[in-house]
């Protein structure tokens, strides 16, 4: 056996936390937040509602989001290692609802 592997955090990585990316995305504005968001049922991914806040979603997944007396359709599209400003989240997903633009 190869006891060498790739380090992953040079990589892009193939799934996240749903709680880690809703605050990577800057739907919440504290990840303790998006953890009860997804606690208390508020998230779907693909039409299921998930209540792990650990469940891990991948490029392609939908996220159904009910925030702020809003539901928001999300297509993800990305991850992104750190949270940063509000244009560093385009690579992040598709809004399909068009509630983020005009």
């Known amino acids: 056996m190869v006891g060498g592997?790739?380090?992953t955090s040079d990589t892009p990585s193939e799934r996240q936390r749903l709680d880690k990316w809703l605050w990577h995305a800057r739907l919440v504005k504290a990840r303790t937040?998006?953890?009860a968001l997804v606690s208390s049922g508020h998230?779907?991914?693909n039409g299921v509602r998930e209540t792990s806040p650990g469940h891990g979603v991948k490029?392609?997944?939908v996220l159904t989001v009910a925030l702020d007396r809003r539901v928001r359709v999300l297509k993800?599209?990305?991850f992104a290692q750190r949270r940063g400003d509000a244009a560093s989240?385009?690579?992040?997903?598709?809004?399909?609802?068009?509630s983020g633009r005009s």
Do not use: E, I, M
């Not at 989240?89 to 068009?98: A, K, P, T």
């Open 5 to 7: 592997t790739t380090p």
């Open 43 to 45: 998230v779907r991914v």
């Open 59 to 61: 490029t392609g997944d």
């Open 89 to 98: 989240v385009q690579g992040l997903y598709d809004d399909l609802d068009g």
């Open 76 to 78: 993800v599209t990305g």
């Open 33 to 35: 937040s998006a953890a």
